[in-house]
């Protein structure tokens, strides 16, 4: 047994600083790709200021300018012609590398992060599992809600004034309709898995009732237990689904600051990934806490990265499907976040017997997380 554990030993080595070459080998990379934009943010001009994009100063100030956005369309004319042969190979370097940094930033914080699902770890996770739920509160009700908001008000600013006030009116009818109907579609989803879990649970139950009658004590703790893990699956796949949508806003965001200017692309980039970064520890301890190993947990949080690429690509194709994506996926996201806090993560801190210093370490880590996206919100 001894020499079996050894040789574990030795061949899990050369694994570890293999993947720590790969992760070395995609930091370089990153930066390589991103340098060009990092130099050259001051090489453009500066009288774009057109496209609605999320994490923009622009999109939080009200629609008062409306001189830029009559000649809105003349400008994008007038910079496809110049701009098509020569520097949209540009812009897709410095969009799709910007958007590898903020995906692979976290996740590359991740691996440090010494975290598991035992009992030990088990403050600590509370105290994680806190803070992404101030999190995800802070982003929907101070990013996502308020951007979905703001940017379709300058959507209806670029011209036919009248009837103004009808539209906005109906417009914060339909964000908050999107923000509902991301919390019944959360809802739903928790419903169909939990009766497809129910259904199986019925099949392979029967079989289990003969082995009641001689492991009662088993069977309690098995009854106890399943549906706390069926539970905790359900919210981890959530957020996963959440983080995906949310992921795919932030390339949105990303391809359509960097067709604007590289400048504007940069502070974009910047800014969302200050916010990616708490935000993607948040979700990492979610996915512990729902059963997964620390592997597995950053395996899917990379994946979700793909929602950000999908996101960037739809936006560089086409800016206008991608604004059109963005009006009802904003607040779709955030009501998926708020039903993730409010039913998934926050019971998880009210289970089991805390202390009293536990607890306020937990209230004051979810009082972070907010004050954390209210900094960012300052910061944009």
Not at 292 to 312: E, F, H, I, W, Y
């Amino acid at each position: 047994m001894e020499m079996k554990s050894a040789v574990r030993v030795d061949g899990e080595s050369p694994r570890r600083s293999y993947r720590r070459i790969i992760a070395i080998c995609l930091i370089v990379i990153v930066i390589f790709f991103t340098l060009p934009t990092l130099c050259g943010a001051h090489g453009h001009d500066h009288d774009h200021e057109e496209p609605s994009f999320k994490y923009s100063r622009e999109a939080n100030e009200p629609p008062s300018h409306q001189h830029h956005h009559d000649h809105h369309h003349d400008h994008g004319h007038h910079r496809g012609k110049p701009e098509a042969a020569g520097s949209s190979m540009d812009v897709w370097i410095h969009s799709l590398s910007s958007t590898l940094l903020i995906s692979a930033a976290p996740f590359l914080i991740l691996y440090f992060i010494p975290l598991d699902n035992t009992d030990a770890m088990q403050p600590r996770l509370k105290m994680l599992l806190a803070f992404a739920s101030g999190g995800l509160l802070g982003d929907a009700f101070l990013h996502l809600i308020p951007h979905a908001t703001v940017s379709q008000d300058h959507g209806h600013g670029h011209g036919h004034s009248h009837g103004e006030g009808e539209h906005g009116h109906s417009h914060d009818m339909s964000v908050g309709l999107w923000v509902l109907a991301g919390i019944i579609a959360f809802l739903a989803v928790e419903k169909a898995v939990r009766l497809m879990r129910g259904g199986h649970g019925h099949s392979h139950g029967e079989p289990k009732e003969t082995e009641k009658l001689t492991k009662k004590d088993e069977k309690k703790k098995a009854k106890a237990q399943k549906p706390k893990k069926e539970d905790i699956q359900i919210a981890g796949y959530l957020n996963l689904a959440a983080d995906f949508t949310h992921n795919f806003t932030d390339g949105l965001a990303i391809g359509a600051s960097y067709l604007a200017g590289s400048g504007i692309g940069l502070v974009t980039t910047i800014t969302i990934l200050l916010h990616e970064v708490p935000h993607e520890i948040g979700d990492f301890a979610i996915l512990v806490k729902s059963g997964c190993s620390k592997k597995r947990a950053m395996m899917l949080q990379l994946v979700t990265a793909l929602g950000a690429l999908t996101g960037n690509v739809l936006a560089l194709l086409g800016s206008g499907s991608g604004d059109a994506a963005a009006s009802w996926v904003l607040p779709f996201t955030a009501g998926g976040f708020i039903y993730i806090a409010t039913v998934s993560v926050i019971p998880e801190l009210l289970e089991g017997s805390t202390k009293l210093g536990q607890s306020i370490k937990e209230i004051s880590a979810l009082l972070a997380g907010v004050l954390l996206m209210v900094v960012i919100a300052n910061f944009e």
